[in-house]
């Protein structure tokens, strides 16, 4: 591999966490910090993006991370418009190069992109003279979830190095999990991936990438030592595609149970990156306990796209 | 026309025939072979009415035959015709193409067959042969008239890509085939174990996240064809292997004397699930690898001048069916063509048009437009020292003539001139945009190689000329 680690001296893209370095990383978690007090203020707006067009390209629903993104470009004063998949002209045929061309045309400075197939934010940063950020695209990166996971956990345990963070439940279709994969690793916390086998397939799959990580079937041997639990939205599509036996199993094997909640202490965060199915994969008991921060990680996501938002523009 | 090609590098698998001589064509035919020793015994009369092509520091062979070439006429004219399609055939030094029935209307009645065979002979730059469909519109459920499709010329059966997954129908088909004397070209891919797939599955499926071929989907599939083919004794040929699994199967299944062929690709031979990556770095958990001109993948024996990090990361090029494998897969490959478990290099030359490429990664077609770029890239094994070129040169001749069982393409007199010059070591750059081929679907495009053919000659008449050549 070749050994060059010097930064660029500008990013342009945020596409995954995967060319951010641990310094970058710190630095945005550090930017974070001030914009959430910006946030805390009165009047939440600063004028650092001013003048600029930020488009939110959703091709996907999500209105979470779509509203998100829009407080967030607000907050920093830069024009934000949507533009919905639906209902537009891409339901008539149009590809995504042209769409993103006429978004170039119209002025866009930073596109937003939300994608269901993944990789489509480079094929958006290939045509497009602007900044590109991934707000999630299939499978692949979710970097501002992970960014914000970061400063969440950062933020309540004083830090991330040598942390033992659990990743729960529907691994191999989660871009959220993949973008955790970096930013974790790359701060020195150790992960281990549990769910059952067929939600995350070999092992050996993700060490080549991730040589650290280690997988477990095994969710109460798993708890054992973690510092964070972070479960992940299992959709019921999964279990009828024969991906697993029931969603009754899988609640009994791999949910966050009253049962675990009591077992794991206050002491272990529990994080969920949203939406729930509350029940499912975490219960309600745990998804409201004290040591739960899913609502904090919410309100830290504004302040995380601010930071990158600003960091792209600045 | 009388052509006199002299002094080249003779390759003649058939004939066991490796030296330095004059080729004497005419009428249509190899008129003679010299050896450089008694190249002027025949005095000095030659020169009148011959053109001399001067052939010295090349290599002359028999034309290529590509079993599995994707021609798109009819109904698909916007990525292939069969006149742009043999036209890059000749580029690449192919002189016989066999054409996939992956057409609309498909080879499925001897009236569409005639069709395309009068089209070749019309329009055609070098020969086409036809594979009939194994199925009706190739849609897995009857059996298409093989009878008459033999009957109007059909050298071979097939559906494609499309994977036949009713097993008693292949059962079936291949022996109804057998009777037939003709071989059933499979394409072998498990659909429901494949469904969704978009590349490789493995490590780097899974950084990518992108949903995955494992190659299980192709073993599966192989291990099945063989088990009918062992029952019916029928020919099965299996089209485009690209793992070590499969190559294992199809070794053990001729060990026990099953009639079983196989053809394997060049970009399966040489370039692995790490062209998806592009310019990412390939991770192993160090720091970032930044945006590197070299090539980050040493492990894979992948020359400085085949560099994946030319291309941006998920790059629809280098979505391929079956997918693009991993280095094992490669080397397994290789082995499979020098022990000749692998019959045959076929291009599965499948040219798209910028509509169905210049998208996103899952909904990108597969293919790769392969003629013009086949022989380099073969001959980069050569190169590396993995193939001999009087083997590479075997598996583009003799290999896929015996999987048709026709007589080898060979240059001894009376044969039909089909041959090819190409330069072993002149170094190119892949230009897509200047392919005669209407796909320019190649990930290749930018990419050094080293290998150029300058002469293609079908029947005795040059198809293909390099310029300055």
């Known amino acids: ?314 | 026309m009388r052509y006199l090609i002299k002094n080249g590098s003779i390759i003649d698998p058939a004939q066991r025939v490796a030296m330095v001589g004059d080729v004497l064509v005419s009428a249509g035919k190899v008129e003679h072979v010299y050896d450089v020793a008694d190249r002027y015994s025949e005095g000095g009369a030659l020169n009148d009415d011959v053109e001399v092509i001067n052939a010295r520091g090349a290599v002359v062979a028999p034309g290529f035959t590509d079993l599995h070439t994707y021609l798109r006429e009819p109904g698909e004219e916007h990525k292939e015709t069969i006149a742009s399609g043999t036209r890059a055939a000749a580029h690449g030094g192919f002189t016989t193409v066999c054409a996939m029935p992956s057409t609309c209307p498909t080879h499925d009645t001897a009236a569409v067959v005639r069709q395309v065979q009068a089209i070749a002979r019309e329009q055609g730059h070098v020969h086409v042969e036809v594979i009939g469909a194994l199925t009706v519109g190739r849609e897995g459920r009857a059996l298409a008239d093989l009878a008459e499709l033999a009957e109007a010329g059909c050298i071979a059966f097939s559906d494609g890509g499309r994977p036949l997954e009713d097993a008693a129908l292949m059962r079936n088909a291949l022996a109804y085939a057998a009777a037939l004397g003709l071989p059933v070209m499979a394409c072998c891919e498990d659909g429901r174990l494949s469904a969704g797939w978009a590349m490789h599955e493995g490590a780097v499926s899974t950084r990518l996240g992108l949903p995955g071929f494992p190659a299980a989907a192709e073993e599966a599939r192989i291990a099945r064809d063989i088990a009918l083919a062992e029952l019916t004794g029928a020919h099965l040929h299996l089209c485009q292997v690209s793992t070590a699994g499969g190559v294992a199967l199809i070794r053990a299944a001729r060990e026990r004397g099953v009639h079983v062929t196989a053809e394997v690709a060049p970009h399966h031979l040489t370039l692995s699930e790490h062209w998806v990556l592009g310019n990412l770095p390939a991770g192993g958990g160090g720091a970032p690898a930044g945006r590197t001109t070299r090539s980050p993948h040493p492990e894979l024996g992948v020359p400085a001048w085949l560099d994946p990090t030319l291309l941006p990361p998920y790059h629809p090029s280098t979505r391929v069916r079956p997918p693009l494998r991993t280095a094992a897969d490669l080397e397994a490959l290789v082995e499979g063509l020098r022990d000749g478990t692998i019959d045959a290099i076929a291009t599965g030359h499948a040219p798209q048009s910028r509509v169905e490429k210049d998208c996103e990664y899952g909904l990108a077609a597969p293919g790769i437009s392969g003629l013009e770029t086949a022989l380099a890239l073969v001959l980069s094994l050569v190169h590396r020292g993995e193939l001999d070129l009087v083997h590479l040169v075997a598996k583009l001749t003799e290999g896929p003539a015996q999987v048709l069982d026709r007589s080898p393409a060979s240059l001894r007199p009376g044969a039909r001139a089909d041959l090819v010059i190409f330069d072993p070591d002149a170094s190119w750059t892949v230009d897509a945009t200047r392919f005669v081929s209407l796909g320019q679907n190649t990930p290749l495009h930018g990419q050094r190689l080293k290998g150029q053919v300058m002469l293609t000659m079908a029947s005795g008449r040059i198809v293909f000329r390099r310029a300055g050549f």
């Open chain 1, 1 to 314: 591999m070749a050994t060059s680690t010097s930064e660029p001296a500008r990013r342009r893209h945020a596409i995954d966490l995967d060319d951010f370095s641990a310094a970058e990383i710190m630095e945005i978690l550090e930017t974070t910090a001030s914009m959430k007090e910006v946030l805390s203020r009165e009047i939440k707006q600063v004028p650092a993006l001013r003048g600029r067009n930020v488009v939110n390209m959703f091709y996907e629903d999500s209105t979470r991370t779509r509203i998100s993104f829009e407080l967030a470009a607000r907050a920093l004063s830069a024009n934000i418009v949507n533009f919905s998949a639906r209902g537009s002209s891409v339901e008539k045929g149009e590809s995504l190069i042209d769409t993103v061309r006429t978004l170039q045309a119209l002025g866009a400075d930073i596109v937003v992109i939300r994608h269901s197939q993944s990789g489509a934010p480079y094929l958006v940063a290939q045509h497009f003279h602007g900044s590109v950020i991934n707000a999630g695209d299939g499978r692949h990166a979710h970097p501002t979830q992970a960014l914000l996971d970061l400063y969440t956990i950062n933020e309540r345990l004083g830090q991330l190095r040598d942390l033992q963070v659990l990743i729960l439940g529907d691994v191999i279709h989660s871009r959220v999990a993949r973008s955790n994969l970096w930013g974790l690793t790359r701060m020195g916390a150790r992960v281990t991936l549990c769910g059952p086998p067929t939600l995350i397939g070999p092992a050996h799959y993700w060490t080549a990438t991730w040589p650290e990580v280690t997988v477990s079937h095994d969710l109460d041997a798993a708890l054992a030592g973690a510092n964070v639990v972070m479960a992940l939205r299992l959709q019921k599509e999964r279990q009828q595609a024969g991906l697993l036996p029931s969603l009754r199993e899988y609640t009994r094997r791999y949910g966050l149970t009253p049962e675990r909640l009591a077992r794991i202490g206050p002491d272990v965060l529990i994080m969920h990156p949203g939406p729930m199915n509350e029940g499912v994969e975490i219960s309600p008991e745990a998804a409201t306990a004290p040591n739960a921060v899913i609502e904090e990680q919410v309100t830290n996501g504004v302040a995380v796209r601010m930071a990158l938002l600003y960091r792209l523009a600045g």
